[in-house]
């Protein structure tokens, strides 16, 4: 098993900016690759960005190209989220997701998934 935590969210005005972190725990020599999705109210959860446990290969959303940036730090099996520029429509509960096999935009890939950490952008 795997526990992630994530961190760092909060009220931001627009075109400000956020770092997001995520703390794995546990079985954490299973990961594969690490992502995360969001999910605003009433909107179904959407993918953000994913990085694979060695670095080498990341995919980002859309959406997001050009203001987030994802990194990693194994050593403390932690992921990063840098948000910048950010928008209103950014609004949501950001989850960090775990994958054993992959990574992926679709959230049926990942294994393990931490509570969320709202970020909210005011305009």
């Known amino acids: 098993q795997v526990q992630l935590v994530e961190s760092g969210g909060g009220l931001v005005q627009a075109g400000g900016s956020l770092r997001l972190s995520c703390a794995a725990s546990g079985s954490t020599f299973s990961i594969f690759g690490m992502g995360w999705f969001r999910q605003a109210p009433g909107k179904e959860r959407e993918f953000v960005v994913s990085?694979?446990?060695?670095?080498?290969?990341?995919i980002y959303g859309d959406s997001v190209k050009g203001r987030f940036t994802i990194s990693r730090d194994n050593a403390k099996n932690t992921v990063y989220l840098e948000m910048i520029s950010l928008k209103p429509e950014d609004t949501a509960v950001y989850y960090c997701?775990?994958?054993?096999?992959?990574?992926?935009?679709?959230?049926?890939?990942?294994?393990?998934w931490g509570q969320g950490t709202q970020v909210t952008v005011s305009s």
């Open positions: 990085i694979t446990w060695s670095g080498g290969n990341t």
């Open positions: 997701a775990a994958s054993r096999r992959g990574i992926s935009r679709s959230p049926q890939v990942y294994d393990y």
